[in-house]
């Protein structure tokens, strides 16, 4: 099992661009969050699905989108990069709400 | 989400020194999920704690949740050089956001 693979790992981006930053988990789990962790700071909730299909809001939802097309893959798409999510970002999935949550190793964003 | 407060926000300890964290909430907690960042890592799930009075060890640590499930603690015995990074407490993972944490650093 890879566990939770997050990629890339560094990505720079300039103003206005878009991305998509992928996560996928080989271990079957319903449950899947964004996490987004600036420096100093805690990890602060984006996104979140609870099953293919399912998707919804976090604390700071507004510039990402996501889909849950199949249990094992859970993209963030920034839509027009600013400065402010220069940041570290997170995926993590569980399988069950009473089970820990598996993150992957994260996302170094720097937008310039 | 709901969301606890941590607090010390910092503790630095010198080397075989007690270290206790704590969780506090206004509102009854389902459950509790305790987790340990190191510097430049991701977060790693140590143990979930949901019934009253609960108490769980490993190894030199122990959690503790509260009779009435509004606070509970982690508590480090003689800390070591391994223990540094920053420990999250968190309800309802993955659908709250994490606090900013309690940052130990160990003096050798």
């Known amino acids: 099992n890879a566990g939770v693979t997050q990629t890339p790992k560094f990505q720079v981006l300039k103003t206005g661009q878009s991305m998509t930053l992928q996560c996928a988990q080989d271990m079957n789990h319903e449950y899947m969050s964004w996490y987004r962790q600036d420096p100093g700071m805690g990890l602060r909730l984006i996104h979140y699905?609870?099953?293919?299909?399912?998707?919804d809001q976090g604390e700071v939802p507004n510039g990402y989108n996501v889909s849950r097309s199949t249990t094992e893959d859970f993209p963030l798409r920034l839509l027009s990069a600013a400065p402010s999510q220069t940041s570290v970002y997170f995926c993590a999935s569980t399988k069950a709400e009473s089970y820990g949550y598996t993150f992957g190793s994260g996302t170094r964003l720097t937008v310039v | 989400g709901q969301q606890v407060m941590q607090i010390p926000q910092y503790q630095h300890v010198q080397e075989g020194e007690d270290f206790t964290t704590y969780c506090n909430s206004s509102?009854?907690?389902?459950?509790i999920q305790w987790y340990k960042q190191r510097p430049g890592g991701h977060p790693v799930f140590l143990i979930q704690l949901v019934k009253s009075g609960e108490v769980k060890k490993q190894k030199r640590l122990t959690f503790q949740f509260g009779e009435a499930k509004k606070n509970s603690s982690l508590h480090i015995t003689a800390t070591q050089t391994t223990d540094v990074g920053t420990y999250f407490c968190v309800t309802n993972a993955g659908k709250s956001t994490f606090g900013d944490g309690t940052t130990l650093t160990v003096k050798p």
């Open positions: 509102t009854t907690l389902s459950n």
């Open positions: 699905s609870v099953g293919a299909g399912i998707t």
